[in-house]
């Protein structure tokens, strides 16, 4: 089993920021890629950055310039730092991990940000 536990999301001003980190436990052996992914109320989870073993980050255009994906490897630890946040960020953000090809999902956390 593996275990992703989120945490950092809460109610920030527009224009504040956030730094969400997720822990992944367990069998993880096989890790390699993490990812945030955010859901909006009504609307589908999208990406919003993914971090590979090779350290190679891809980012949502909306995130780009604001966000920013950080891994810890000794700590099995992924990080999503959000600056200048917008109203249109809200949402409950949910941590992805890939663990031999199989994906893994966290119970989320949310993020609010407020006009």
């Known amino acids: 089993q593996v275990q992703l536990v989120e945490s950092g999301g809460g109610l920030v001003q527009a224009g504040g920021s956030l730094r969400l980190s997720c822990a992944a436990s367990g069998s993880i052996a096989g890790l390699s890629a993490m990812a945030w992914y955010r859901q909006a109320p009504g609307k589908q989870r999208e990406l919003v950055a993914r971090t590979t073993l090779g350290r190679r980050t891809t980012y949502a255009d909306y995130a780009k310039g604001r966000f920013t994906i950080s891994r810890d490897y000794a700590k099995n630890t992924v990080y999503l730092q959000m600056n200048s946040l917008k109203p249109e960020d809200t949402g409950d953000y949910y941590c992805?991990?890939?663990?031999?090809?199989?994906?893994?999902w966290g119970k989320g956390t949310l993020v609010s940000v407020s006009s």
């Open positions: 992805n991990a890939l663990v031999f090809g199989m994906d893994y």
